[in-house]
């Protein structure tokens, strides 16, 4: 599977929805402090998301006890921090 567009909204800076089509090189380009490092922090944060709860659901365990699993591993962790670091 290949990403093709992908789009952010209300995720730290970015209020906006906005396309963004990807090819095989694809380059942010842009002032400073304008969003770059925020979308794809955005898109990191996504595909890892996926990728977890993909990892998830091929255990074939309970959906409830997958919930409460990513809920306590969304907890451990300071979302606002620039590298997603351990809470604490």
Same mark, same amino acid.
Do not use: C, H
């Given at each position: 599977? +290949? ?9 730290? *800076? +970015? ?19 304008? #969003?770059? *490092? ?11 998301? +996926?990728?977890? +709860?993909?990892?998830?659901? *091929? ?25 997603? *670091?351990?809470? #604490?």
């Amino acid at each position: 599977m +290949i990403l093709a567009t992908f789009s952010v909204e209300n995720y730290r *800076s +970015i209020t906006q929805s906005r396309k963004i089509s990807l090819s095989n090189n694809t380059v942010l380009v842009g002032p400073n402090n304008e #969003g770059k *490092s925020n979308v794809l922090r955005a898109l990191n944060l996504a595909m890892s998301t +996926i990728s977890r +709860i993909a990892a998830i659901e *091929s255990r074939s365990i309970d959906p409830e006890l997958a919930s409460r699993t990513l809920a306590s591993r969304r907890a451990m962790y300071d979302w606002s921090s620039p590298d997603y *670091s351990p809470a #604490g």
